[in-house]
């Protein structure tokens, strides 16, 4: 495994709509390690392929299923492909940080639950229905697989005072 550089804003490739997958092969378990390993080392708790330099459609993800259980552990998600097939009517605000825009926060609305489907990184079909902040990471990267941040969506963005709370960013 190897520890990939972030990609920060402005590079285009941030902006730029990714290409689907088709090869489940050994360069795409490579890439998905090394992004696990990069997410974990930021420490982020989402990371989209385009923010290692890598325009395909490929998000790692690490939260826990259900966050309302305070000791429920983290865990693991790379999803191949991700689409987000349902949306719930009911938004929730909440406060965004990316490792790509390093040193900025902001207040983002967001579906509370999203439906998403895709494939495994063996491309087996992959299906989840998150809430919560889960909803919201998976909401998060797949923006990044279509050229789009959280300032775009953001309400109001602005530089965290040193006494704000860590962002888990994504
Ligand atoms: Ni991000």
């Known amino acids: 495994m190897t520890l990939r550089e972030i990609v920060t804003l402005p590079d285009p490739i941030l902006r730029r709509k990714t290409r689907t997958i088709s090869r489940f092969d050994a360069e795409l378990q490579s890439l998905v390690e090394d992004m696990i390993e990069t997410m974990r080392a930021a420490p982020g708790v989402g990371l989209a392929a385009p923010q290692v330099g890598v325009s395909d459609r490929l998000i790692v993800v690490e939260y826990p299923e259900d ?18 097939k349902e949306t719930s009517a009911e938004t929730e605000m909440g406060i965004e940080g990316c490792l ?3 040193g900025l926060h902001g207040e983002v609305e967001r579906a509370l639950a999203v439906t998403v489907k895709g ?7 992959f299906k989840i229905k998150a809430k919560g902040w889960l909803a919201r990471i998976f909401q998060h990267e797949i923006d990044h697989l279509n050229g789009v941040v959280f300032t775009d969506r953001a309400t109001k963005v602005w530089k965290p005072a040193p006494e704000e709370p860590v962002l888990d960013n994504v």
């Open 67 to 84: 966050d309302a259980q305070e000791d429920t552990p983290k865990k693991l998600f790379v999803v191949v492909n991700p689409e987000i």
């Open 100 to 102: 790509s825009i390093p």
């Open 119 to 125: 494939q495994t990184r063996r491309g087996q079909p």
